[in-house]
């Protein structure tokens, strides 16, 4: 890629979602199918590096580590992505964690004590499905923080993102960007199917009568923490397969930048085989 | 398969384990080629069921859920059947436990604490790279408890499997058999290749040194804790395209011995429908 996709789908303010295409295919010029061979091409080298941040992790010769933050409206691919791009490499080397409603004890706490607790440890891949987005989101849109409170965890976020990333983390944030019309097909077609059922909640659609409210929030939140050291993504997610390319892409870029290297030995190589050819 | 994979690799007492052929091909009957796309095939079905399972868990329509317990000595490839086997399903479906030496806290509790603490929830598949077999394996070689108090875990840990197993668990227990000299090859190209280096431990040698004394130990805990409720059994892991076959085999046997289904849903679907279609 000439231009990074990184560049092409960062946030810059101000954010105008009704201007974007969730059908874009930024970056990709090829067809569906051709998506598919490149997600596979693309899956070997991911494999390989996450396993060289991993040996970095384990033999302490690195902090590198990286977390991918998904967040969307319902449907938008947060699981599909899960499913299909951090699922080409080792399940060792990934933190996945699906973040619901707080339990009354998370409650207690600073909304990024949860989060904290579960950042990637160094040579992990860290799965964000929501994450303390939903703080400024769905905390927004039903008001279950004062107003302060809000304009207050915005820099928190930015504050706590730059901490990560000042320790080696890498964070990448995606937003999935569907329209209500590709969520109303995806609803119907979930309806349809009996093997989709579980997958649905009559809530869905209480929050869906909210749609503007929550592009409102998405777009404060895409504007205010949009930084340098935690950009966020706008990924047309109207195609699944254009919407796992795109991610798997962000990944790779992020990962190659690291320049990863495997950890020298600890021990004299030499020695270790002069042991072993006596035993 | 006529016969199940399942009943061939079972452990029956008494075990001689220097009588089992580390490079035997059990229940498979073509080249490595063909194991290759046979994996492959079985990796579509594969996460099909876990996704089935999942849903199962997630709806809180079924208890069942799925424990792989790995052991075997250095190099054996519990790692690798974690990437190659247990990555064929979707990663949110999995919990992956990596079980090291204990930690102080660890060691104030019955072993059996940090293992209850980590099964899987319904609807999961848990893996264990090594387990609570480790406090009857090195615990019995490095003598870390008293005769007695090894003695006595062989039972608790009969029991233990069996309440997980009465209550919606089923246990696929896989000792990964190879020789020492399949070791030595392994090792040795651990130690002539840079990019695996960090996978080796100086103190890797130290075991080997204690090679037979594992061998009576893991003849014990097969002989001891082969049970119905949940069986050993031995793979034969000197070829690794092999034992990656076998362990998907014996998944894939007990994922459709569990007659999955879709849970029915919770709602009325065509209630929904007609909500969704004035949105």
Redesign the interface.
């Given at each position: 890629m000439a231009t990074s996709l990184d560049s092409q789908l960062t946030v810059t303010a101000p954010v105008n979602l009704s201007a974007y295409d969730s059908r874009a295919k930024t970056g990709f010029s090829g067809k569906k199918d051709d998506a598919a061979d490149d997600l596979a091409e693309m899956g070997e080298e991911l494999s390989d590096l996450q396993e060289k941040l991993f040996?970095?992790g384990?033999?302490e010769t690195s902090s590198a580590r990286v977390l991918v933050v998904l967040q969307g409206m319902d449907t938008s691919g947060k699981?599909g992505i899960?499913?299909h791009v951090?699922?080409l490499?080792?399940?060792?080397g990934?933190a996945?964690t699906?973040f619901k409603k707080p339990t009354p004890a998370e409650l207690k706490h600073d909304f990024l004590w949860r989060v904290e607790r579960v950042l990637p440890e160094p040579g992990m891949i860290g799965v964000f499905?929501r994450s303390h987005y939903e703080d400024v989101l769905i905390g927004r849109v039903r008001q279950l923080a004062s107003a302060e409170e809000i304009e207050r965890r915005y820099t928190a976020i930015n504050e706590f993102e730059q901490s990560f990333t000042d320790s080696g983390g890498v964070i990448i944030k995606c937003f999935l960007h569907i329209t209500a019309d590709d969520q109303?097909e995806r609803?119907?077609a979930r309806?349809d199917d009996?093997?989709k059922?579980?997958?649905?909640n009559?809530g869905d659609?209480d929050e869906?009568?909210l749609w503007d409210d929550y592009q409102q929030a998405y777009t404060l939140a895409l504007e205010r923490c949009s930084t340098e050291h935690a950009p966020w993504h706008i990924v047309p997610s109207g195609r699944k397969w254009y919407r796992n390319w795109a991610v798997a892409a962000l990944l790779l870029e992020q990962l190659r930048a690291l320049d990863l290297q495997?950890?020298?030995?600890d021990?004299s190589?030499e020695a270790?085989?002069a042991?072993?050819a006596t035993?």
């Open positions: 040996a970095g384990r033999a699981g899960i499913r951090a699922g490499v080792d399940p060792q990934l996945i699906s499905d109303k609803l119907a309806l009996p093997s059922h579980w997958k649905y009559t659609l869906r009568m495997w950890p020298d030995a021990f190589v270790e085989q042991r072993l035993m």
